[in-house]
């Protein structure tokens, strides 16, 4: 202390540090808790991972179904554009047979599909 204690500070001070309780005891409470506790953050950590993960794959799921939707109204529109064109573009793809037809819009797809994978969508 900085100051001098007065006699009756003194025996103040005495009497407080001689009814002072005895220390408490840990019985391991306290290293039981924290490893509560660490083990709950690694929980928690575990959970948000996989919210992320599950918030990453519902996206891709998204964009996979916008592109299937944008393939199959792009390949309407182009046999509409076949059909509806003059001269001789109808005529010219009527006689391709349609399994030529489904393997170049397969073969197209697949190239697609492999270009964005690659891409790491």
Do not use: K, N, Y
């Not at 918030?55 to 799921?61: D, G, K, L, N």
């Not at 349609?98 to 197209?108: F, K, P, V």
């Amino acid at each position: 202390m900085s100051r001098l204690l007065s006699s009756g500070d003194a025996a103040f001070d005495a009497a407080l540090r001689a009814a002072a309780p005895a220390p408490l005891t840990d019985d391991g409470f306290t290293e039981r808790t924290l490893r509560a506790i660490e083990a709950e953050a690694r929980r928690l950590a575990i959970a948000r991972a996989l919210a992320c993960e599950e918030r990453h794959h519902a996206a891709r799921r998204r964009l996979w179904h916008w592109t299937e939707a944008g393939a199959a109204v792009g390949l309407a529109l182009l046999a509409a554009a076949v059909v509806l064109s003059p001269g001789d573009a109808a005529s010219a793809s009527s006689s391709m047979p349609l399994w030529a037809w489904w393997s170049g819009t397969l073969t197209i797809a697949a190239a697609w599909f492999a270009w964005h994978e690659s891409r790491g969508l």
